[in-house]
């Protein structure tokens, strides 16, 4: 099992690097585009250095891709726009085949359209992920997956053990989220934010609400809309028993600081389990590594993929 982290400049992707992730994965700016991308977030600045959600161009695409590979870290270009209609086609198709003479390892698809149109392109023997946009809930959905060309398949963090245990069985490499992401249908929801919108939307499903009623009205209430899990520590070994190929962290559009504890304390779990540590040396790691961890989410029994992973949809 490796850490698959997020990238959004050089500097980024040489951090990433440092603190233990194996494979990067980023998307490209393209001209063809004005607030939208190729690759699945729009183009905003994330940080006060000026850091884009998405690298500005093919030359500094170029560096990370040099110095990620001298350190044995592997790079996937984000390819995975929800849909690709017909007017995006050809621009899809110039940003495809860049990434490819300058070197990427494997391509992130999000949408049928895209898979067929990619594995078109590149040559046979190239690697091509399904992100989770294509909502593989099911064996059914994976085995698709499969027999269309994709070698890796990204699954929603709404599944359980037993979902997740037949998934893998189907031959294909199988990737989870570690922290955070969507709380509703992990990559089809319609709270739509973070696309280079003029106004800040924030993160709606996040959100504290205030709740007027006749009774009176309560602000700031807890994140009524939040269903979300946000932590797979305790279950990282039971993970790594059904094969699961990578954890992935989000999130390309923030700075890179506010995810280098997770790759940090996930890359360091993974390791300390492969060297027959318990789960109790893994956590006090966490704990040390990252001194809001436990607040943030033992305390909150924040945990993903466990047998409490439906426990909001029934309240």
């Not at 017909?86 to 070197?103: Q, S, T």
């Not at 990619?118 to 593989?136: G, H, L, N, Q």
């Not at 994140?223 to 028993?241: A, E, R, S, V």
């Amino acid at each position: 099992m490796i850490v698959k982290a997020p990238v959004n400049s050089l500097r980024s992707a040489e951090l990433q690097c440092k603190y233990g992730a194996k494979e990067i994965y980023l998307g490209l700016r393209s001209d063809k585009l004005n607030r939208l991308s190729f690759s699945g977030r729009g183009s905003i600045k994330v940080d006060k250095k000026g850091s884009n959600s998405n690298i500005e161009s093919g030359e500094e695409l170029n560096k990370i891709i040099s110095h990620c590979h001298e350190k044995g870290v592997s790079v996937a270009l984000a390819a995975n726009c929800p849909s690709l209609p017909d007017a995006m086609k050809d621009g899809y198709e110039e940003y495809i085949n860049e990434v490819i003479e300058l070197g990427v390892d494997s391509i992130i698809v999000g949408d049928l359209a895209s898979l067929i149109l990619v594995r078109k392109i590149v040559p046979k023997d190239f690697y091509v992920t399904a992100s989770v946009f294509m909502e593989s809930y099911n064996i059914g959905v994976v085995q698709m997956l499969k027999h269309l060309g994709a070698n890796e398949v990204y699954i929603p963090h709404h599944l359980k053990y037993e979902e997740i245990e037949k998934i893998c069985d189907e031959g294909l490499n199988i990737g989870v989220f570690a922290n955070y992401g969507c709380s509703f249908s992990n990559g089809r929801c319609g709270l739509i934010h973070r696309w280079g919108e003029e106004i800040d939307m924030g993160i709606p499903c996040r959100a504290k609400f205030d709740i007027s009623s006749k009774n009176g009205s309560i602000k700031d209430a807890y994140p009524i809309l939040d269903f979300g899990l946000d932590c797979c520590l305790c279950t990282i070994k039971k993970l790594m028993d059904f094969n699961i190929h990578s954890l992935k962290l989000i999130d390309r559009a923030t700075p890179v600081e506010q995810v280098l504890p997770f790759t940090k304390v996930y890359s360091t779990a993974i390791k300390m389990f492969q060297e027959g540590k318990n789960l109790d040396e893994i956590k006090a790691m966490a704990f040390k590594t990252v001194p809001w961890w436990e607040n943030q989410f033992c305390a909150t029994k924040n945990c993903r993929y466990m047998d409490n992973c439906y426990s909001s949809y029934y309240i």
